[in-house]
C-alpha cells in the first residue's frame, strides 16, 4: 500500500521574498522524495539567501560601487550547490570587486570551497590506497590536491 502526504512550505527572507514550495511525499518513494525536497529547498533558498546578502553589501560597503555585469556562478559546497548571477561592481577607485565572492572565500575562477576540495582529494586518496596504484601521484606538486601538504623540503 503506497500512502502520498502533500507538504507546502512557505520560504521567506528578511526583506519579505518569498516562494511556496510543494511536494508530494510517497510511502514507496520516501528517501527519494525527501531529498529531492530538501534539494529544491536548499536551492531555492540559497538563492534568496545569496540575493539578501548582496543587497545588504550594495546598500553597505559597496554603495558607492557600480554595478557593472552579472556571471553565472556555481558555488559548489560539500554537500549542495548554489547556482547565482553574481554581481560586480567598480569602485570609486577604478577596482572591479565581486564581494559575494569574497564573503564566501571563492577566487577568481575557483568553483568548490575548500571544504569541498578537501573531501574530494579525501575521496580520491581512499580511493588510491584501495587500488593500491603507485602510478597514481596525487600529492605530485601540480597535481589537484597538492595544497593539502606542504612540500618534502618543509616536512621534518
Known amino acids: 500500500m503506497t500512502i502520498t502526504v502533500t ?3 512557505n520560504v521567506k527572507v528578511e526583506n519579505g521574498d518569498g516562494k511556496n514550495l510543494q511536494s ?3 510511502t514507496n518513494r520516501l528517501e527519494e522524495d525527501l531529498k529531492g525536497l530538501s534539494q529544491q529547498i536548499t536551492k531555492v533558498m540559497g538563492k534568496m539567501v545569496l540575493a539578501g546578502v548582496e543587497a545588504k553589501l550594495k546598500a553597505g560597503e559597496y554603495r558607492e560601487g557600480v554595478s557593472i555585469h552579472t556571471e553565472a556562478r556555481r ?3 560539500q554537500g549542495f550547490s548554489i547556482d547565482y548571477r553574481r554581481r560586480s561592481y567598480r569602485m570609486p577607485d577604478g577596482s572591479v570587486r565581486s564581494p559575494l ?3 564566501l572565500g571563492f577566487e577568481k575562477y ?3 570551497s575548500y571544504k569541498a576540495k ?4 579525501a575521496l580520491g586518496f581512499q580511493r588510491q590506497l584501495l587500488e593500491d596504484s603507485p602510478d597514481q601521484q596525487l600529492y605530485q606538486p601540480g597535481s589537484a ?3 593539502l601538504t ?4 618543509s616536512r621534518r
Not at 118 to 121: M, V
Not at 150 to 153: A, K, R, V, W
Open 7 to 9: 507538504v507546502s512550505l
Open 75 to 77: 558555488y559548489q559546497f
Open 118 to 121: 578537501e573531501q574530494l582529494c
Open 110 to 112: 575557483q568553483r568548490r
Open 150 to 153: 606542504p612540500p618534502l623540503s
Open 145 to 147: 590536491c597538492a595544497w
Open 24 to 26: 508530494n511525499i510517497s
Open 101 to 103: 565572492d569574497e564573503l
